[in-house]
């Protein structure tokens, strides 16, 4: 997920400016005629720009079908430098990989007063303008926003405009921390939701500095839809853009208001703290299966769908949006120091997301649970499902969870990665999960993970400041009031099993391990030329043990065609009770035809259930830690 590519840039010279006005007319006469029917803006708004912000920024749409942004920057350079670097974001905050954007900056331009300034690349993302000491510099350029709607990018077309300003703003070291302003060009008659500081312009908003200014995603869209709730004094808003899918079963505005409300409340509650008058949640509600979210610091930018299976989906949307809000304070506001502030420019190494995501995807689904919204029937359902698909993953054997938390912008690098490395987001919910009983266990049922996390919010989120893995690990010795350097060394920065059956049964709970009845390979697989093409091979597998090979072209499972159909619904015709079942697999490796005998095993799989003999302090750590009485589990 995390690949680093570096673009080369061609340096503008000054005499290609002799044009530049001239096209720049152009383009916004092309812009007016696009929007001819829709009402325009007041003529006067670029003098509503607030007086004292050291940037003031504006966004238009250049036009609807060519998805492209046009981008406007004022600098008041203050101090009369000869020369100012505009940097544009390698990446953002939330997903831990180099994005590159400045790929999709257009026809960059700088002038003072009129006239044309002079400018060069000095990397792949810095234009630096020779200002001359100029007192007011504008920069002009347009910035492409086309691609497929993701939670984390920009977007605009005829019926919306959607922008993450790590995107597409860029900063100046000189202003980066002083006041700023945005004003949003959008037609008459559209509604808008930002988490920016509202002004007497609709259109034109403020934030303290850019860092909040790029933490503050923004849909503008004549058809929006809204539902809004006040939780303990704090309104929420429900904004939801291709909102057909709501209505459809289970996924309607009486249950998305209700439920939503129930795990906010629970949240407010666990951290005994409401951070903001107001918080967003922006939706995307696509046609295709999708489900991903984005933090920021008073809002959230989530893309769901399928919209048309929405209602079989309905908890999956709330345990994204669940997670994503437990992010108010799990890394926006108790954040590792490596992020204190952002290096924009360049990958940020730390070894804590495990917490900072892992928690965050723990306490999303676990408050699910303690609000109502789920059963606890559902999450142990879900803890076992879990655990199953993390004892499948051979990388738990070779790499920490530390280390794939410091190694989160290496992600997507090759087919090697399958097999080297664990997802941090997973292990991290369940070393939470492991850490938060160890806790329990040793108090007595005092203490938990619930009070770590409020006290990394006192002593660090509410202080402004940002904590090490040491810090983290010494506030929960402090919990616990015992040492906890072997839980750390074993399970966060080494390789060892994770301790799921003796862990679950401090709070009455027994894990179990069985064979299912369908078969394992060992394989990652791609659709190719209507067969099954491996990507990977799985070390101590099936597929490994038969000499399997990644590019060998699976035609074939035994004696039967894999044409145009997976290679799990065919070993699925082959389901079983008797393991060391032997199948012929037919490949074409290097155009020659082969028939290797695969010996398949049946896949682990984990089940969660109740002991029926759990002591009382094992049922009152369950009650405590899911806020569910132990007879209604099952």
């Not at 606890?376 to 698909?389: C, M, P, Q, V």
């Not at 806790?439 to 940002?466: C, P, Y």
């Not at 009770?577 to 012929?584: G, L, R, V, Y």
Request: net charge neutral.
């Amino acid at each position: 997920m995390k690949q680093l590519r570096f673009c080369s840039h061609q340096v503008t010279r000054l005499s290609t400016f002799n044009f530049v006005p001239v096209l720049f007319l152009v383009i916004i006469s092309f812009h007016q005629e696009c929007f001819a029917s829709m009402p325009k803006k007041p003529t006067n708004a670029r003098q509503e720009q607030p007086t004292k912000t050291e940037a003031a920024y504006h966004i238009a749409s250049l036009a609807p079908n060519l998805h492209t942004y046009q981008i406007t920057i004022t600098l008041q350079n203050s101090k009369k430098q000869d020369e100012i670097d505009f940097i544009l974001p390698a990446w953002r905050p939330g997903r831990y990989q180099i994005q590159n954007y400045a790929a999709n900056v257009q026809e960059f331009l700088a002038t003072s007063a009129g006239k044309s300034l002079e400018f060069k690349k000095i990397d792949k993302q810095t234009w630096r303008v020779n200002a001359n000491g100029a007192k007011e510099i504008v920069v002009r350029y347009k910035y492409f926003a086309g691609a497929a709607i993701d939670a984390g990018n920009s977007y605009v077309g005829r019926e919306e405009m959607y922008f993450n300003g790590s995107n597409l703003f860029m900063f100046t070291k000189e202003s980066r921390f002083k006041p700023v302003s945005l004003f949003v060009d959008y037609p008459n008659g559209w509604k808008i939701a930002t988490q920016l500081t509202k002004t007497s312009d609709p259109r034109l908003f403020t934030a303290e500095t850019y860092d909040d200014l790029i933490d503050s995603p923004t849909l503008a869209s004549p058809t929006m839809v809204e539902f809004q709730a006040t939780v303990k004094g704090a309104l929420i808003r429900m904004c939801f853009q291709n909102a057909e899918g709501i209505g459809l079963g289970r996924f309607n505005e009486k249950n998305i208001v209700r439920d939503v409300s129930k795990f906010v409340e629970e949240q407010f509650t666990l951290m005994n703290d409401v951070p903001f008058k107001e918080y967003i949640f922006i939706y995307h509600v696509l046609p295709i299966r999708y489900s991903h979210g984005v933090e920021h610091k008073n809002s959230t930018s989530i893309v769901v769908g399928a919209s048309y299976e929405m209602d079989s989906r309905y908890s999956s949307f709330l345990s994204v949006s669940s997670h994503e809000f437990f992010h108010v304070w799990n890394i926006k506001r108790i954040i590792p120091k490596e992020y204190f502030p952002y290096d924009y420019t360049t990958e940020g190494y730390t070894p804590m997301l495990y917490v900072s995501e892992g928690f965050t995807s723990y306490y999303g689904d676990l408050t699910l649970v303690r609000s109502g919204v789920w059963t606890a029937r559902d999450y142990i359902r879900n803890l076992g499902n879990d655990i199953t698909a993390m004892q499948n993953t051979y990388g738990r054997k070779v790499q920490s969870v530390a280390l794939a938390s410091f190694d989160a912008w290496l992600s997507g690098y090759g087919a090697g990665r399958a097999n080297s490395t664990v997802n941090f987001y997973s292990k991290g919910e369940l070393i939470g999960l492991i850490l938060d009983l160890e806790i329990r266990n040793k108090t007595k049922n005092k203490k938990s993970l619930d009070d770590v996390m409020r006290e990394m919010n006192s002593r660090f989120g509410k202080a402004a400041k940002g904590f090490s893995a040491k810090d983290f690990e010494t506030t929960c010795e402090r919990v616990a009031g015992s040492k906890l350097s072997e839980f750390f060394e074993k399970y966060v920065y080494g390789t060892e099993e994770l301790p799921f059956k003796e862990s679950l049964s401090f709070a009455g709970l027994d894990l179990l391990e069985d064979d299912s009845n369908s078969p394992y390979i060992g394989v990652s697989v791609v659709a190719s030329s209507d067969f099954q093409l491996i990507t990977s091979i799985i070390p101590e597998s099936p597929a490994f043990k038969a000499g399997l090979d990644q590019n060998d072209l699976i035609i074939a499972v035994g004696n039967e065609s894999l044409l145009k159909e997976s290679l799990t619904m065919a070993l699925e015709r082959f389901s079983f009770s008797a393991k060391d079942t032997t199948i012929n697999f037919s490949v074409i490796r290097n155009k020659k035809l082969l028939q290797i005998p695969v010996t398949l095993s049946a896949s682990k799989r984990y089940l969660v259930q109740k002991n029926e003999d759990a002591t009382a302090e094992q049922k009152d750590i369950f009650e405590s830690w899911m806020k569910t009485k132990w007879n209604d589990l099952f």
